[in-house]
C-alpha cells in the first residue's frame, strides 16, 4: 500500500495536509482538508477522527496513540472550521448535520480506494460523535470497523424547557425563516482555558479556529442538531462495535476552579449514558474519573485511564483475529446486544 505524496501540514512533517473542494453553497466556495499521520509499522488499519463544534484537528498526542499501534490516522476538518475555513463563510454553520456526509464520504474514498485500507475505525467528539454516528447508520460502508465517541453529543444540556416540543417547534420555525440569527448566549471562556497553555491549560492550538469564548450559534444550525438528536433518540442501527468515552461527573460555572479541570463543564454526561445504547447493537459506555468534556485533552491521569479503556476495548472488540471478529459481528448483527 503506497501513500500520495502530500504537502506537510502545520503540526509538522509528520503530519500530510490535503484540501479538497466541495459543491458551493450560497456563501460560495467550500473546501474540507484531510490530515494524515502514518505508522512506522503499519497493520493495515485506519482511523478517521471528526472534531466538535468550534473546534479543528491538533489532538497530536491522540493521533500519536493510535499510529504507535499501526493505525494510519486521519482527521478532518469539516467544512467552515480549522484549516477549512474560509474569510466568506458563517464560520462552523450548517443548516443540516446531512450536509457533513458529503466531505466525510470523500475522506472515506482517499481512505479505503486510494490508500487501499479495508478496516477503518470512526472516531467523533462532541457534535462530531453525533454526526459520525448518523453517517455510520445512514452510510453503513463494508470498511467500517468500530466507532469511538468522546463525550458524543447526543441531547441538549440544560433546562429541561429547552428539550420541550413548544421549544423543537419554535426551532423549526425561525429556522426555516430566519436560519443565520444568533441565539443570545453568555460563554465564560472557563473551558477554553482549562485547555489551552496560554491560560492554565496544557495544549497548544490556534485560537483564531479553536477561541476561547467558543462561536456564535445560530438558529439554523441549532435545529440541524436537535433534529439529529430526534434521529439519534428514534434509535439508530450502526452495528459495528461503539465505544462511548465520557467523563464521570459534570459540573457547571463560571469558576476556573478545580472542578473545571475534572468534570465536564460542556455537556450533561447523564445524558451521554442515557443515549449511548441508541446508537446501535453492540455499544460500551465508560466513564472516565477526572476527565475533561475532550477525555483526550484531559489531565495526564485521566488521560491514562482514557486510553486504558480505549486499549481494553479494541482487545476485547476490535482488534481480535479475523476470523474470531467475524463470528462476534455476525452475532452482534443478529440480536440486539448493549453494554
Not at 29 to 39: D, I, M, N, Q, S
Not at 221 to 245: K, S, Y
Not at 314 to 338: F, I, K, M, Y
Amino acid at each position: 500500500m503506497s501513500l500520495v505524496p502530500l504537502q506537510a501540514d502545520l503540526l509538522g512533517p509528520d503530519y500530510r495536509v490535503e484540501t479538497f473542494s466541495l459543491p458551493p453553497d450560497e456563501e460560495g466556495p467550500v473546501v474540507a482538508t484531510l490530515v494524515t499521520l502514518a505508522p512506522e509499522q503499519p497493520n493495515g488499519r485506519a482511523v478517521l477522527h471528526v472534531h466538535g463544534f468550534a473546534d479543528y484537528f491538533f489532538h497530536t498526542e491522540y493521533a500519536r496513540w493510535w499510529a504507535d499501534r499501526g493505525y494510519t490516522f486521519y482527521a478532518i476538518d469539516l467544512r467552515k472550521y480549522g484549516r477549512s475555513l474560509r474569510e466568506h463563510q458563517t464560520a462552523n454553520y450548517v443548516a443540516d448535520l446531512n450536509e457533513y456526509f458529503g466531505e466525510i464520504d470523500l475522506a472515506w474514498w482517499r481512505i479505503t480506494q486510494r490508500d487501499g485500507h479495508r478496516e477503518v475505525v470512526v472516531s467523533g467528539h462532541s457534535t462530531g460523535g453525533l454526526t459520525v454516528s448518523l453517517w455510520a447508520h445512514e452510510r453503513r460502508p463494508a470498511e467500517l470497523l468500530a466507532l469511538v465517541l468522546n463525550s458524543p453529543w447526543f441531547d441538549m444540556q440544560g433546562a429541561a424547557w429547552l428539550r420541550s416540543p413548544a421549544t423543537r417547534v419554535a426551532l423549526d420555525r425561525i429556522g426555516g425563516s430566519r436560519p443565520l440569527q444568533e441565539i443570545p448566549r453568555r460563554i465564560s471562556g472557563v473551558y477554553g482555558r482549562t485547555l489551552h497553555r496560554d491560560h492554565g491549560g496544557e495544549w497548544d492550538y490556534d485560537l483564531a479556529w479553536k477561541p476561547l469564548e467558543s462561536r456564535p450559534v445560530y438558529v439554523g444550525w441549532l435545529r440541524a442538531v436537535r433534529r439529529g438528536h430526534a434521529q439519534l433518540h428514534a434509535g439508530l442501527d450502526v452495528r459495528c462495535p461503539t465505544l462511548v468515552l465520557s467523563s464521570a461527573r459534570s459540573a457547571f460555572g463560571d469558576d476556573l476552579g478545580e472542578d473545571a479541570f475534572t468534570h465536564d463543564i460542556v455537556l450533561d454526561v447523564a445524558q451521554i449514558r442515557r443515549w449511548a445504547s441508541s446508537v446501535g447493537r453492540h455499544v460500551t459506555s465508560v466513564a472516565i474519573d477526572g476527565a475533561m468534556h475532550d477525555v483526550v485533552l484531559s489531565r495526564p491521569e485521566a488521560r491514562a485511564r482514557a486510553y486504558a479503556a480505549l486499549d481494553t476495548w479494541l482487545r476485547a472488540w476490535v482488534e481480535t483475529p479475523s476470523d474470531e471478529q467475524g463470528d462476534e459481528r455476525g452475532q452482534a448483527d443478529e440480536g440486539d446486544h448493549r453494554a
